[in-house]
């Protein structure tokens, strides 16, 4: 599949955002890194235009950790500052040192087991951590943080993040629309993991036709 039509579709989806839908230019830096955190999904699962080399075309993918640190914190516009082994933890996470991050983030959940971002950061530093691969403990953080609290849809956007990467996109649809059905109508959140899903939604009918075709069907 050519990248041509996707980078198109991201072009197309931010223009819609800002002139249709009205997102204002204070949420343009967002919108921007939700295409792009996107797009680097969609690669890490269709790797289109690679060779069918097993097991290396995925593993060196860079993650911005500061990208990452950012958008957690969408789920949160409680003014209140993160605990400060979270504060530390995204420190080491910025850099690309999900190993550290992990053990403030992990320390964070031992001080206050009710704390829904340390093991939302908790669940995402696992992911990294282990190249993007959604490992038992990284589930068990993600499903911790969600029974903390269902309307915040922060576990569910990443976890299904961590689907996606894992070529479950399927699963990503379901768990961002259930993220959406349990939101506030006035989560400051609701209106970009929308837009994402619409998104996600359009690449995936858009390959539908060709993957058909591959199959003989």
């Given at each position: 599949m050519s990248w041509i039509p996707v980078i198109a579709l991201a072009i197309v989806s931010f223009a819609a955002a800002v002139f249709l839908i009205g997102v204002k230019k204070g949420g343009w830096a967002l919108l921007g890194a939700t295409l792009l955190f996107g797009l680097t999904g969609y690669a890490l699962q269709g790797t289109?235009?690679?060779?069918?080399?097993?097991?290396?075309?995925?593993?060196?993918?860079?993650?911005?950790?500061?990208?990452?640190?950012?958008?957690?914190?969408?789920?949160f516009s409680d003014p209140q500052l993160p605990s400060r082994w979270i504060i530390t933890g995204d420190g080491y996470a910025r850099r690309g040192n999900f190993a550290q991050a992990a053990g403030f983030y992990r320390s964070a959940t031992e001080e206050n087991p009710r704390d829904l971002e340390a093991w939302l950061a908790l669940g995402i530093a696992l992911v990294e951590h282990a190249d993007g691969r959604l490992t038992p403990a990284a589930l068990l953080a993600f499903e911790r943080a969600q029974q903390l609290d269902e309307a915040n849809g922060g576990a569910r956007y990443f976890l299904g993040m961590?689907?996606?990467?894992?070529?479950?996109?399927?699963?990503?649809?379901?768990?961002?629309?259930?993220?959406?059905?349990?939101?506030?109508?006035?989560?400051?959140?609701?209106?970009?993991?929308?837009?994402?899903?619409?998104?996600?939604?359009?690449?995936?009918?858009?390959?539908?036709?060709?993957?058909?075709?591959?199959?003989?069907?």
């Amino acid at each position: 599949m050519s990248w041509i039509p996707v980078i198109a579709l991201a072009i197309v989806s931010f223009a819609a955002a800002v002139f249709l839908i009205g997102v204002k230019k204070g949420g343009w830096a967002l919108l921007g890194a939700t295409l792009l955190f996107g797009l680097t999904g969609y690669a890490l699962q269709g790797t289109p235009g690679l060779p069918a080399a097993p097991g290396t075309a995925t593993e060196k993918q860079a993650v911005d950790g500061e990208l990452l640190v950012n958008a957690r914190r969408e789920y949160f516009s409680d003014p209140q500052l993160p605990s400060r082994w979270i504060i530390t933890g995204d420190g080491y996470a910025r850099r690309g040192n999900f190993a550290q991050a992990a053990g403030f983030y992990r320390s964070a959940t031992e001080e206050n087991p009710r704390d829904l971002e340390a093991w939302l950061a908790l669940g995402i530093a696992l992911v990294e951590h282990a190249d993007g691969r959604l490992t038992p403990a990284a589930l068990l953080a993600f499903e911790r943080a969600q029974q903390l609290d269902e309307a915040n849809g922060g576990a569910r956007y990443f976890l299904g993040m961590s689907w996606l990467r894992s070529g479950e996109a399927g699963r990503t649809v379901e768990l961002w629309r259930e993220a959406l059905a349990n939101a506030p109508e006035d989560a400051e959140w609701r209106e970009s993991l929308a837009l994402r899903l619409l998104r996600l939604e359009a690449l995936l009918a858009s390959d539908q036709p060709a993957s058909a075709g591959q199959d003989g069907r």
